[in-house]
């Protein structure tokens, strides 16, 4: 018997440790994959076996579009605000956090506790009592204490205050996340660095700060802001809590899974023109996220 | 010169003379993480705050921090209430969660072991060809994925709602990197035993590895009790509603009391606040380990 389970059988070992996980990610994510791929060449309302092939029509009737088109352009507004906060607030966490002798755990507890909480919930706080667009929700409270006029928060688009309302609960939900990946990098610098720059008179704070601590840093921002903007993609939990209602979805400020969320599995069922719209995303996502590593030259070995 | 602290950054000495500059900025920090801590507190105590409130409380026109009176009768209306499953979605989250948590642990730590561990020819085009599919947007797949549970006939069973979501290359990614780095000493004493594989593997490298299956685990749990497209996707009856599908209907149904809707919410995070506060110091080495910033 151990001979059996020795080394004369390692391929056969291998595929059983490894064969159920590798069959599960073919079955559960190759193969809707490739049949995305196949039905964004079809006519498929409310069919998953189409046989109506109109080659690339779903692509062009889904880049001529405005719906799909203005999602992308959600999706742009949303990450220029949510990228830049993201990032600035969880280092800022971070490099405070980092240099606490005192309660270290403690603050570090109190900022990553909110990834714990769901966009679900989160929305619901934000909606409903924070933002709630009346007298008793907080913001207008708060506000209404300096004399401020009410605001609806969520159903004015002029000016567009439902933006403060979607980037507030990602920023909450979110900065604790990065922060701690913040602070595996700062935790990784070497401490003979800051001694160095002390010989060297360089003076703690900003000198430090902008000649060690980020140049240090860099590998951990790259992969942060990577992250940012793939998750920023995907953002579908805070916009359908945030902005649906009884009474549907209002048009603006769709962001792309919105979007694709309701064409595909909303009342039309237009599975083909979902697929085309998933496989346009997906590769916009890809194109993205290369050109980003390029341009922050990840990979180079020289870093 | 000092000795250097073990694995922690100290502070720059305080060599500048100006002293009191630099005991003047420590304060301000100090000062602004108390703001930024009580900050992030609100919404939570916002959600405990409405939970326990009347409902004239949570609608006052005049604010108050303090309700006027607890109402601790809010936990028994919202699980008397026929018109609102709670009791049912906490169950499915419940069981969701546990069975993709175990599920996920058995499964991607097998493969993990195996790509780290066993020599085989292709293991390294294994490796990729799951890695690769870390790439691939939710957005892509969710479609697709509806189209193949839907022919399976597993919409609306706790079934459609776990299967698809077991296989996770982030979880085998971590797995692999752990296993990497695992001592080999313990494995060969084990090997020079007669155990094969699969018995080394329970025996000795599982019961050695606990923290990163609780690390794992536990950032698992939170996922999958958390997740929303795919359980509002798969879902669909009302028997097979989660807590986050469930409170999502009826945010935007608005025909619930929002007292019972604000109970509703504070109960579905108590159990992942438990499982979160005992489980971070594991989160985070799970997160210092995965490499994502190396």
Request: glycine fraction near 6%; aromatic fraction near 14%.
């Given at each position: 018997?151990?001979?059996?389970?020795g080394?004369?059988?390692?391929t056969?070992?291998?595929?059983?440790?490894?064969?159920?996980?590798a069959?599960?990610l073919?079955?559960f994510?190759y193969?809707?994959?490739?049949?995305s791929?196949y039905?964004s060449?079809?006519d498929?309302?409310n069919?998953?076996?189409?046989?109506?092939?109109?080659g690339?029509?779903?692509?062009?009737?889904m880049l001529?579009?405005?719906?799909?088109?203005d999602?992308?352009?959600?999706?742009?507004?949303?990450?220029a605000?949510?990228v830049?906060t993201?990032?600035?607030?969880?280092?800022?966490?971070?490099?405070?956090?980092?240099?606490l002798?005192?309660?270290?755990?403690?603050?570090r507890?109190?900022f990553?506790?909110?990834?714990?909480?769901?966009?679900v919930?989160?929305?619901?706080?934000?909606?409903?009592?924070?933002?709630?667009?009346?007298?008793?929700?907080?913001?207008?409270?708060?506000l209404?204490?300096?004399?401020?006029?009410?605001?609806?928060?969520?159903?004015?688009?002029?000016?567009?205050?439902?933006?403060?309302?979607?980037?507030?609960?990602?920023?909450?939900?979110?900065?604790?996340?990065?922060?701690?990946?913040?602070?595996?990098g700062?935790?990784?610098?070497?401490?003979?660095?800051y001694?160095?720059?002390?010989?060297d008179?360089?003076?703690?704070?900003?000198?430090?700060?902008?000649?060690?601590?980020?140049?240090q840093?860099?590998?951990?921002?790259?992969?942060v802001?990577?992250?940012?903007?793939?998750?920023?993609?995907?953002?579908?939990d805070?916009?359908?809590?945030?902005?649906?209602?009884?009474?549907?979805?209002?048009?603006?400020?769709?962001?792309?899974?919105?979007?694709?969320?309701?064409?595909?599995?909303?009342?039309?069922?237009?599975?083909?023109?979902?697929?085309?719209?998933?496989?346009?995303?997906?590769?916009?996502?890809?194109?993205?996220?290369?050109?980003?590593?390029?341009?922050?030259?990840?990979?180079?070995?020289?870093? | 010169?000092?000795?250097?602290?073990?694995g922690?950054?100290?502070?720059?000495?305080?060599?500048?003379?100006?002293?009191?500059?630099?005991?003047?900025?420590?304060?301000?920090?100090?000062?602004?993480?108390?703001a930024?801590?009580?900050?992030?507190?609100?919404?939570?105590?916002?959600?405990v705050?409405?939970?326990?409130?009347?409902?004239?409380?949570?609608?006052s026109?005049d604010?108050?921090?303090?309700?006027?009176?607890?109402h601790?009768?809010?936990i028994?209306?919202?699980?008397?209430?026929?018109?609102?499953?709670?009791?049912?979605?906490?169950?499915?989250?419940?069981?969701?969660?546990?069975?993709?948590?175990?599920?996920t642990?058995?499964?991607?730590?097998?493969?993990?072991?195996?790509?780290?561990?066993?020599?085989?020819?292709?293991?390294?085009?294994?490796f990729?060809?799951i890695?690769g599919?870390?790439?691939?947007?939710?957005?892509?797949t969710?479609?697709?994925?509806?189209?193949?549970?839907?022919?399976?006939?597993?919409?609306?069973?706790?079934?459609?709602?776990?299967?698809?979501?077991?296989?996770?290359?982030f979880?085998c990614?971590?797995?692999r990197q752990?296993?990497?780095?695992?001592?080999?000493?313990?494995?060969?004493?084990?090997?020079?035993?007669?155990?094969?594989?699969?018995?080394?593997?329970?025996?000795?490298?599982v019961?050695?590895?606990?923290?990163?299956?609780?690390?794992?685990?536990?950032?698992?749990?939170i996922?999958?009790?958390?997740s929303?497209?795919?359980?509002?996707?798969?879902?669909?009856d009302?028997?097979a509603w989660?807590?986050?599908?469930?409170?999502a209907?009826f945010?935007?149904?608005q025909?619930?009391?929002?007292?019972?809707?604000?109970?509703?919410?504070?109960?579905?995070?108590?159990?992942?606040?438990?499982?979160?506060?005992?489980?971070?110091?594991?989160?985070?080495?799970?997160?210092?380990?995965?490499?994502?910033?190396d």
């Amino acid at each position: 018997m151990s001979r059996f389970l020795g080394t004369q059988n390692r391929t056969l070992w291998f595929w059983v440790f490894v064969g159920p996980f590798a069959l599960g990610l073919i079955l559960f994510t190759y193969v809707p994959l490739a049949w995305s791929v196949y039905l964004s060449f079809f006519d498929a309302h409310n069919t998953v076996s189409p046989d109506d092939f109109v080659g690339f029509d779903n692509y062009t009737s889904m880049l001529r579009n405005d719906a799909f088109t203005d999602s992308l352009v959600t999706f742009a507004v949303f990450s220029a605000f949510i990228v830049p906060t993201t990032f600035v607030l969880s280092l800022a966490l971070a490099l405070m956090v980092n240099r606490l002798r005192r309660a270290q755990a403690f603050f570090r507890s109190v900022f990553f506790l909110p990834a714990a909480c769901s966009y679900v919930v989160a929305a619901m706080i934000w909606k409903l009592s924070i933002f709630n667009g009346v007298r008793f929700g907080l913001a207008n409270t708060v506000l209404g204490w300096f004399g401020a006029d009410q605001t609806a928060w969520l159903s004015t688009t002029d000016p567009p205050w439902y933006w403060l309302v979607i980037v507030t609960v990602r920023l909450w939900l979110q900065a604790g996340f990065y922060m701690i990946l913040f602070l595996a990098g700062l935790q990784r610098i070497s401490p003979t660095l800051y001694e160095a720059a002390a010989v060297d008179g360089a003076r703690p704070g900003w000198q430090v700060l902008r000649h060690i601590t980020l140049p240090q840093l860099r590998a951990t921002s790259v992969a942060v802001t990577l992250l940012l903007v793939i998750n920023a993609f995907q953002a579908f939990d805070e916009f359908y809590n945030l902005l649906s209602t009884s009474s549907g979805y209002p048009p603006h400020a769709r962001p792309p899974l919105v979007y694709l969320y309701y064409t595909a599995l909303g009342r039309e069922q237009n599975l083909g023109l979902g697929s085309a719209g998933a496989v346009l995303l997906a590769l916009i996502i890809a194109v993205v996220t290369i050109g980003q590593a390029r341009w922050f030259g990840l990979g180079r070995k020289e870093d | 010169m000092t000795a250097p602290v073990k694995g922690r950054v100290p502070a720059p000495r305080d060599r500048s003379t100006d002293d009191a500059l630099v005991r003047a900025g420590r304060a301000l920090r100090v000062v602004l993480l108390i703001a930024l801590a009580l900050l992030f507190l609100i919404p939570f105590y916002l959600l405990v705050r409405n939970g326990l409130a009347s409902e004239d409380d949570i609608t006052s026109p005049d604010w108050t921090f303090f309700p006027s009176t607890l109402h601790w009768s809010n936990i028994s209306e919202l699980f008397d209430d026929p018109t609102v499953p709670m009791a049912r979605a906490l169950l499915n989250s419940s069981l969701i969660a546990v069975t993709t948590t175990i599920g996920t642990l058995v499964l991607a730590s097998l493969a993990g072991y195996g790509l780290a561990r066993i020599p085989y020819r292709y293991a390294d085009h294994v490796f990729y060809a799951i890695l690769g599919t870390m790439m691939v947007p939710a957005a892509v797949t969710f479609v697709p994925s509806f189209v193949l549970v839907s022919s399976l006939g597993w919409v609306s069973t706790l079934r459609g709602l776990i299967v698809p979501t077991l296989f996770s290359a982030f979880a085998c990614f971590i797995f692999r990197q752990y296993f990497l780095g695992f001592p080999r000493e313990l494995e060969d004493a084990a090997r020079v035993d007669g155990l094969g594989y699969w018995r080394t593997y329970w025996r000795v490298v599982v019961p050695n590895s606990r923290p990163v299956f609780a690390a794992v685990g536990t950032i698992v749990f939170i996922g999958a009790w958390n997740s929303f497209l795919w359980p509002l996707v798969i879902g669909q009856d009302r028997e097979a509603w989660t807590v986050q599908v469930a409170l999502a209907t009826f945010t935007t149904s608005q025909v619930i009391r929002l007292h019972v809707l604000f109970v509703a919410a504070a109960v579905s995070i108590v159990p992942l606040l438990v499982v979160f506060l005992f489980f971070q110091r594991w989160i985070v080495a799970g997160v210092e380990r995965s490499g994502i910033d190396d």
